[in-house]
């Protein structure tokens, strides 16, 4: 399984961006994505996951109704749109996949530890 970010950027307070995750090397359709960001000095953080099987969705309290995950099947990638931004969004943003993740598992996780497969990330900058 491969994953690639793409979309970070250097930004003011106030803009948006939108995240790309696209995912290869595996065929089957149900899994679960997330995305997690890491900030210098801090520990990881789930920011937001997403099921394939039911587009079932979950965000961290800080960035709701923020944030949105969405996914483009016949691309096979998944997106993070992110508004409002502020310098507390500073950070490295990667996405990680678990496969196969099936209805019957629950709700996607937050949890890294709960996922197998990582990018390398991408760059999220906020600053005036």
């Known amino acids: 399984v491969q994953l690639v970010e793409s979309g970070g950027d250097s930004v003011q307070p106030g803009n948006s961006l939108t995240l790309s995750c696209v995912i290869s090397?595996?065929?089957?359709?149900?899994?679960?994505i997330g995305w997690f960001r890491q900030a210098p000095g801090k520990e990881r953080e789930g920011v937001s996951c997403?099921?394939?099987?039911?587009?079932?969705?979950r965000y961290v309290d800080s960035v709701k109704g923020r944030f949105t995950i969405s996914s483009d099947s016949a691309k096979n990638t998944v997106y993070l749109h992110m508004n409002s931004l502020t310098p507390d969004d500073t950070a490295v943003y990667s996405c990680?996949?678990?496969?196969?993740?099936?209805?019957?598992?629950?709700?996607?996780?937050?949890?890294?530890?709960?996922?197998?497969?990582w990018g390398r990330g991408t760059q999220v900058t906020i600053s005036s």
């Open positions: 997403f099921k394939s099987e039911d587009s079932d969705t």
């Open positions: 090397g595996f065929s089957v359709n149900y899994y679960a």
């Open positions: 990680a996949a678990k496969v196969p993740f099936f209805r019957e598992y629950g709700p996607c996780s937050l949890s890294s530890k709960d996922y197998d497969n």
